[in-house]
């Protein structure tokens, strides 16, 4: 990166005037090998027929960090209509964004047509509805975007994206990057800052606040002081973005290897209360030392999660939803728990997800995964019995990702590596037996009469048993 000006002080906003020219630097830290070769394809083929074409956002900002971009996104003012002519292999898709899709082999280059923010003090903006939430509801003066698909210049697109550092422009092929907004600065100082007031811009999209923790703690860059304001007064409007993209980003952000940053984060500026409202509450106050140890346990058990993405593991979703409400669950079955009933884990499990996976939209098949890898954890700790079948626990289709909780919890807590490994080592053993065995057992399992089901036991997968055996 070029050292050419000096750092901006971050407390003021000093994005370049609107109108002005980009500033530009050579892109020379930027290794023409690092960039996708079917990206330059299409950009070379665009500027060949006199449209402008870039490199932008995302990729531009990683290749710039050094690290490795997950995908190379291109930006254009030639039309979606424009493109299909130039492209043969190109697809539009999308109906609120319009976009083609380039294709090479099973590969894509996405490829937008520049756009500008709507314009929200004109009535006569085609393709915004302002003030309108999902329901339809909302104030006239409401800054929430429901729609975005206006075209505009390069400088337009740049000015509606969300923060400095993620509206850079490369051209391959002269070789520069071109900063509209401040970005090259502010990733030079590690500052990440919206582009324009920051209480317009959370308000208009408040998803922004989850972007900016998860770009602060992934490239462990500072947020900038009125940015960091926003996302406080705006935490609350959260409960106005659309709980599907909401979840979305609480998994990213999960998979992300800075979970333990990401969550705390969250809860500082007022956002974990508005999205995960059970666990906010479940790691109650300061002042109370009994919510201080919950707290202090769930930190690990995300510290934990976090060692495991870096060897290499993501967690599927309903590891992530298991992780998230286990010990809320728990605690709350123990509560609930009469006298000599034991806590009846699965029904308290699904009261307290389902309205959470249904106003996100999880799907099903991944809520009920999530009920059973929660009912599940008690297996790996219980004594044994004659009724349990550990041939089938183990060959049930959720043992391994209830496993996987199982792990998170014992490095979490420091303790139950033993019997991690011996289920562990059960289930390889398993996956070498011979189907009659597996038959014979099922058999088995059939065949013994069943005692009085335990409350809320209809999840079971495997098979009547009702009190799990000690591993190996
Ligand atoms: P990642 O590496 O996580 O994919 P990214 O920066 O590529 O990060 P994307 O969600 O893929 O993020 O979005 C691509 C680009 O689109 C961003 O860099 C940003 O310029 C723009 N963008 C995405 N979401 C928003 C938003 N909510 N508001 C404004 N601009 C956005
Ligand atoms: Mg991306």
Same mark, same amino acid.
């Given at each position: 990166m070029s050292h050419e000006e000096p750092t901006r002080d971050a407390r003021t906003s000093p994005e370049p005037a609107s109108g002005s020219a980009p500033r530009t630097i050579p892109a020379e830290s930027i290794p023409l090998a690092r960039l996708d070769q079917d990206a330059l394809r299409v950009i070379s083929r665009l500027q060949r027929q006199g449209f402008e074409a870039y490199l932008v956002g995302g990729c531009v900002r990683d290749l710039l960090v050094g690290r490795m971009p997950k995908d190379f996104d291109v930006a254009t003012d030639a039309h979606p209509r424009q493109i299909k002519r130039f492209f043969r292999n190109a697809r539009i898709i999308g109906r609120r964004f319009r976009l083609a899709h380039i294709t090479y082999g099973n590969r894509i280059v996405e490829t937008a047509t520049f756009r500008r923010e709507p314009d929200l003090s004109s009535p006569d903006e085609p393709s915004v509805e302002a003030g309108l939430d999902e329901a339809g509801e909302g104030t006239p003066d409401d800054l929430l975007i429901t729609q975005d698909n206006v075209f505009g210049t390069a400088e337009q697109d740049a000015r509606r994206r969300d923060f400095t550092i993620n509206a850079l422009f490369l051209d391959p092929t002269r070789g520069v990057i071109l900063d509209y907004v401040g970005g090259l600065g502010d990733l030079e100082a590690g500052i990440l800052r919206t582009i324009g007031d920051p209480l317009v811009r959370m308000a208009e999209d408040p998803v922004r606040i989850l972007r900016a923790v998860k770009f602060a703690t992934r490239l462990s860059f500072r947020i900038e002081e009125h940015t960091w304001e926003a996302m406080v007064a705006l935490a609350p409007q959260l409960a106005r973005a659309a709980p599907p993209r909401v979840i979305e980003e609480v998994l990213r952000l999960l998979r992300s290897g800075t979970a333990l940053g990401a969550m705390r984060m969250l809860r500082a500026c007022g956002a974990l209360r508005v999205i995960l409202p059970e666990v906010d509450a479940y790691l109650g106050d300061r002042d109370d030392a009994a919510a201080q140890e919950r707290a202090d346990s769930f930190w690990r058990l995300l510290e934990a999660l976090d060692s495991d993405v870096h060897a290499g593991f993501s967690p599927t979703t309903?590891?992530?939803?298991?992780? =998230?409400?286990?010990? /809320? /669950?728990?605690?709350?079955?123990?509560?609930?728990?009469? *006298?000599?009933?034991?806590?009846?884990?699965?029904? @308290?499990?699904?009261? /307290?997800? #389902?309205?959470?996976?249904?106003?996100?939209?999880?799907? !099903?098949?991944?809520?009920?995964?999530?009920?059973?890898?929660?009912?599940?954890?008690? $297996? +790996?700790?219980?004594? @044994?019995?004659?009724? +349990?079948?550990?041939? =089938? +626990?183990?060959? %049930?289709?959720? +043992? &391994? #990702?209830?496993?996987?909780?199982?792990?998170?919890?014992?490095?979490? $807590?420091?303790? *139950?590596?033993? =019997?991690?490994? *011996?289920?562990?080592? !059960?289930?390889?053993?398993?996956?070498?037996?011979?189907?009659?065995?597996?038959?014979?057992?099922?058999?088995?399992?059939?065949?013994?009469?069943?005692?009085?089901?335990? $409350? %809320?036991? %209809?999840?079971?997968?495997? %098979?009547?048993? #009702? /009190?799990?055996? @000690?591993? &190996?």
């Open positions: 309903p590891v992530c939803l298991a992780l =998230l409400y286990l010990r /809320i /669950i728990e605690r709350e079955a123990e509560i609930a728990a009469s *006298g000599e009933d034991p806590p009846d884990v699965v029904a @308290t499990a699904a009261k /307290i997800l #389902e309205p959470v996976a249904q106003a996100a939209r999880v799907a !099903r098949r991944d809520f009920s995964r999530a009920l059973r890898i929660i009912d599940r954890q008690r $297996r +790996f700790t219980q004594p @044994t019995s004659r009724r +349990f079948r550990p041939l =089938l +626990f183990v060959l %049930g289709e959720e +043992f &391994p #990702e209830s496993l996987d909780l199982f792990r998170l919890r014992s490095a979490a $807590r420091g303790q *139950g590596w033993d =019997l991690y490994e *011996g289920w562990r080592a !059960r289930r390889e053993m398993a996956l070498q037996a011979k189907p009659e065995e597996i038959d014979a057992e099922r058999r088995a399992a059939r065949k013994r009469p069943r005692r009085r089901r335990r $409350r %809320g036991g %209809g999840a079971e997968g495997s %098979g009547p048993a #009702e /009190i799990p055996s @000690t591993p &190996p």
